[in-house]
């Protein structure tokens, strides 16, 4: 644990910056890395790279992810690549995922949209969008607010559409395997793993 001071008063600010579990038949433990989070031993991250709703109420899903769906204006056959929440315009739309905001765009169709890169080649859009909260190039943290939803486009009514491409193809993002975790890079392993020693040798003295 780490207290915060400041000139000798305790703040009340408290950081759990390792920690271990001893079972019967395992040990689980989890140290706070520079960036904040929290990792095993072996640099494996703990939470889930990608939060399933990236909004921050429950909507209804008005369309889900089909391959086969009839277009609801044109009625043709046309996949629908993505899953639609009942959204109100204006609702606050917020990154599954850490990324990098690679287009922000307005589309006769897609109406204002944005697409996010993700770690392990996955790659999230948000179609018909009210406004604009990010930029081109901007580096986004997951639950960071990207965007309000909208109607624009070629949209039947006011909705977010979301969709969720891995190694460029679309799937079910109610579906999709979100919990991938992520490992801190080679770069970052021996610093993360120097910590580890130290907070292992704190606890034992502790
Ligand atoms: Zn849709």
Do not use: C, W
Request: net charge positive; aromatic share 8%; no cysteine.
């Amino acid at each position: 644990m780490n207290d915060q001071f400041i000139e000798g008063v305790s703040t009340g600010n408290t950081n759990v910056e390792g920690v271990e579990i001893h079972t019967g038949r395992r040990n689980i433990s989890a140290f706070q890395f520079s960036d904040g989070n929290y990792y095993d031993e072996k640099g494996q991250s703990l939470a889930p790279a990608f939060q399933r709703i990236l909004l921050k109420k429950n909507y209804r899903l008005s369309s889900r992810f089909n391959p086969k769906r009839k277009h609801p204006i044109t009625g043709r056959v046309r996949p629908h690549n993505g899953a639609d929440f009942a959204t109100p315009v204006g609702t606050a739309v917020v990154a599954p995922g850490d990324g990098v905001v690679t287009l922000v765009a307005n589309h006769a169709f897609a109406g204002k949209y944005v697409v996010i890169e993700h770690d392990n080649k996955v790659k999230t859009r948000y179609l018909h969008l009210s406004k604009f909260k990010v930029r081109k190039g901007q580096r986004v943290k997951r639950g960071q607010l990207i965007a309000l939803s909208g109607n624009t486009g070629a949209s039947t009514g006011p909705h977010l559409h979301y969709e969720f491409h891995v190694n460029g193809r679309p799937i079910d993002p109610m579906k999709a395997n979100i919990t991938e975790a992520k490992t801190l890079p080679k770069q970052k392993l021996s610093e993360f793993q120097s910590i580890v020693r130290s907070r292992k040798m704190m606890m034992e003295l502790g």
